[in-house]
C-alpha cells in the first residue's frame, strides 16, 4: 500500500532507526521515562548516526533527502514507543526551519551546524502562559536599544527548553497583532534568561518541558530572523510540517499499539480461548487496523503533495485531526484489550495512551485545525 512512496533507501534509514532505537535506546528507555529526561549523550550519538542532520542543507552539515526519508525515520524512532524521547531529541526540528527559511546566511552558519552535529539543542517558544492559541496575541516584548534587543516576558511548555542553547522565540517588536510578531534567537547564556520551571506531565516524560523567562535579556540584533514583524508568517510557514510530523506520530504510534494488542490478543486467555476468539476482540482489532490504515494512507498522500512542492495547508490540518483521533482511539482500545495489564507501566500500551494525549493539543489544538480547515473550505 505505501510501497510506491518508498524505495530502498527509505527501506534503509528505517533499518538503521530499528538498529540504532535497538542498541541505544531500548535499554535505558523506562529508565528515561523515570527520570523524566534522556541523557544530552543521546544528541551526539543520533548526530554521528546521522539523524539529526537528515533533510537540511549539506552547506550547513545536513543530509539532503526527500520527504518521504524524513518521513520513514520518524515513524520509526515513534516504534521506539516514547514520544518523549521523539520531540525531545527532535525539538530541532521546530526551532531551525525559521532559520532555514528567514534567516541570513551567517545566522544559517552560526546556529544550523552545531544543532545537527548534536553539540547545541535547539528549541521553539511561541507558546506563553496567557496565550497559546492565539499566536499574533503573544505579550514577550523585544524593545530595540542600540545594538540590542531588551526582551522582558515568559513562554511556556517549550520542548528542550529547559536545556537548549538556543531558543528560536516569538516576540513582539511592534504594536499589537501578528504584524508586530518578530522571531529572535535567544541564546540561554544571555544573562535575564532563566528556566523558571521544569513542567511535570501526563506523558512525554522523557523529554524536557519548559516555562522560561527573560528580565531584561538583552539579544543582539544579529539573532533578529528576517525583518521586524516577518515572525507570524514564518511560524504559520513552521506550523505545516510540525502539524504533518504530529500526524506521523500520531498513527505511527496508532500502529505500535494495533501490532502490540495483536500480539497480545492472540496469546492471552480468557473463558478457554484466545482473546481473537472473541469476536468483539476481533472488530476492535479490525477497527484498529482500518482506522490506522486510512490515517497512514492519508498522511502519506499528504507527504507526496508537500513533496512535489505544494502546501497542503488544509489536508495538513485534516491529517493532523485524523491521524490524532485515530491514536487517541486506538491507543484508548489497545488499554482496553490489555485489561489491568493495559494500565501497568511496564506495558508500553499504557506510556502509547499518555502520550498520544498531547497529539491533539500541541501544535495547534484540534478546534484550531478545524478553524483553519472551515476558512480554508469557504465555510
Ligand atoms: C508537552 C507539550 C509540549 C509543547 N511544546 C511546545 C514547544 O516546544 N513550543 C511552543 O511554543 N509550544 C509548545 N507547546 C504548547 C502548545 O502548542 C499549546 O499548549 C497549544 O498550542 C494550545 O495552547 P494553550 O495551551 O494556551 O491552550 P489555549 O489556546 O488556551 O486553548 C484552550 C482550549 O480552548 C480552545 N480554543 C482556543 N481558541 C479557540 C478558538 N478560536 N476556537 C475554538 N476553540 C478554541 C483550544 O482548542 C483548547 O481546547 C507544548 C505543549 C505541551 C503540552
Partial sequence: MYESYLDETHTAIRESVRTFVKREVEPYLDEWEDAELFPREIYTKAAEAGFLALGYPEQYGGVECDYFHRLVQAEEFCKAGSLGLVAGLFSLNIALPPILAVGSEEQKQRFIPPVL?????????????????????????AVRVGNHYVVNGAKTF??????????TTAVRTGGPGHEGVSLLVIESSTPGFTVANKIRKMGWNASDTAELSFVDCRVPVENLLGGEGQGFQAI??????????????????????????????????????????????????????????????????????????????????????????????????????????????????????????ILSLGGGTTEIMKEIIAKYLGI
Avoid at 158 to 167: E, K, L, N, P, Q
Fill in 158 to 167: 517549550i520542548t528542550s527548553g529547559c536545556r537548549a542553547d538556543y531558543v
Fill in 117 to 141: 552535529a548534536g553539540e547545541k539543542i535547539a528549541a521553539l517558544g511561541i507558546t506563553e502562559p496567557n496565550t497559546g492559541s492565539d499566536v499574533a496575541n503573544i505579550q514577550t516584548t
Fill in 236 to 357: 504559520m510557514h513552521n506550523f505545516m510540517d510540525e502539524r504533518l510530523s504530529m500526524a506521523v506520530m500520531g498513527y505511527a504510534c496508532a500502529e505500535l499499539a494495533y501490532e502490540l494488542t495483536l500480539d497480545y490478543a492472540r496469546q492471552r486467555e480468557a473463558f478457554g480461548r484466545p482473546l481473537t476468539g472473541f469476536q468483539v476482540s476481533r472488530h476492535k482489532l479490525v477497527d484498529m487496523a482500518t482506522q490506522v490504515q486510512v490515517a497512514k494512507s492519508f498522511c502519506y498522500a499528504v507527504a507526496a503533495r508537500i513533496q512535489a512542492g505544494d502546501m497542503p495547508i488544509t489536508e495538513v490540518s485534516m491529517a493532523k485531526n485524523f491521524a490524532c483521533d485515530v491514536a487517541d482511539k486506538v491507543c484508548y482500545e489497545a488499554v482496553q484489550l490489555h485489561g489491568g495489564y493495559g494500565y501497568a507501566r511496564e506495558y508500553t500500551v499504557e506510556r502509547l495512551y499518555r502520550d498520544t494525549r
